[in-house]
């Protein structure tokens, strides 16, 4: 098994690369997105919370700094769908400039914090 992330190419100060996700969440906050793109972002932010667990929703801890620095969520390479939607994101991005890339995993990339049928959430090893 793999796994597959899509994250920022530059580090936030605090070292980290945000998803895909969050990325496209920072471009509709700034109300940067155009319309169409907005309601690309809608349409498919409802799909994936229909189709894919939010980890948070499980253990409300996962993404906390202190108990688990870096915390980060890898697709597994068997949730084909969930990897194939992520393609009208990183179209948008690079729109707006702004730099996505899809990094490949064979094993996991640090400590499972998280599971399920889809995705892994890991703590980078240091």
């Known amino acids: 098994m793999g796994y597959v992330r899509f994250q920022s190419t530059t580090p936030t100060p605090d070292g980290r690369h945000p998803g895909f996700l969050g990325l496209i969440n920072n471009l509709s906050k700034a109300g940067r997105l155009t319309p169409e793109e907005e309601d690309f972002r809608r349409t498919t ?31 597994k390479d068997s949730a084909t769908p969930l990897i194939t939607r992520a393609e009208g994101y990183l179209q948008i991005l690079e729109a707006h400039g702004v730099g996505c890339t899809k990094v490949v995993a064979a094993h996991p990339p640090g400590r499972i914090i998280y599971e399920d049928a889809d995705q892994i959430v890991v703590v980078p090893f240091r």
Not at 46 to 75: C, I, Q, R
Request: aromatic letters at 16%; proline letters at 6%; a negative charge.
């Open 45 to 75: 932010h409802s799909w994936y919370e229909a189709h894919h667990t939010n980890p948070t929703t499980v253990d409300a801890t996962v993404y906390d700094h202190t108990l688990n620095p870096g915390a980060t969520a890898w697709f």
